[in-house]
């Protein structure tokens, strides 16, 4: 069910930014590639409980580096769009403890040092100084974003979604015992099934986003149809035509799902 037909409200300044980062790894063993799931905290006021992507909002001192690597890349991205990015990868950083979207000697043991370091300063800036780190902007692919700004939720995020690859088999995670309690690899059929069975719960924006993954064979592809599908804002809607409230989303923005029951739809 489409919304294109419907009138996309004026979106609203309210929305607080987020980023969030979905990171493929190639499967150990035959098979799709995996990607990292989060459980949220159930004492977390917004998606508490839910399984997620890392992730999360972006702060002042992101958008001050933001402005400084824009001005640095001559324009080449808004200080806004880098800002958003930063984010991604200072929050990818500190909930899981994957070095990405950076460059320089990056090893276990300088990661762990490093977001040890951010949780103590809170922001990216000194943590690339103190260890001769460098943004590496070109390492994530911007994905989607979502702003269920018509939604009555406990806060509305206005958050863009990027893709990243580690490209590697086995890769060590470990929980920040604050906003998360489980950090874990899936396929991206993997984890719909694994909702399907009650083991995990989605909210509306976290399963349509792992509908669109699972059509994937492959990070290039997931990547590539990222790059051939600009990213549009989506609001979702509700839509009372077919005489059962549906919560839909337009459908040119690459997911094969775009409504769902109103009525069975998880919210944060």
Partial sequence: MSTDTQSQPAQSPEG?????????????????????????????????????????????????LGTQVSADMAGSISPDEA???????????????LALGLSGEINAERAAKARA?????????????????????TQITPFARWFPQNEKLS????????????????????????ENTRLFWTSAQGALDAAETGDIKLIFPTRRNLERLALFASFEEARAQAEAIPVKTIIPLVDNSSGQPMLTIMQDTGYPITAELLETVARG
């Avoid at 799709?32 to 909002?57: D, H, K, Y």
């Avoid at 800002?83 to 403890?97: D, S, V």
């Avoid at 806060?155 to 604050?178: E, P, W």
């Fill in 16 to 64: 607080i930014p987020a980023a969030t980062i979905i990171i493929y790894r190639d499967c150990p063993e035959a098979g799709p590639p995996q990607i990292l799931i989060t459980v949220r905290s159930r004492n977390m006021a917004f998606a508490g409980g839910m399984a997620v992507f890392p992730g999360g909002r972006v702060d002042p001192a992101d958008f001050e």
């Fill in 83 to 97: 800002a958003h990015q930063i984010a991604a990868i200072r929050e990818t950083l500190e909930e899981t403890g």
């Fill in 117 to 137: 370091m951010l949780e103590q300063k809170n922001e990216l800036a000194p943590v690339l100084e103190a260890f001769d780190w460098s943004l590496d902007l």
């Fill in 155 to 178: 806060r509305v995020y206005d958050t863009r979604f990027y893709l990243a690859n580690l490209g590697t088999g086995k890769v060590d995670v470990s929980i920040d015992n604050s």
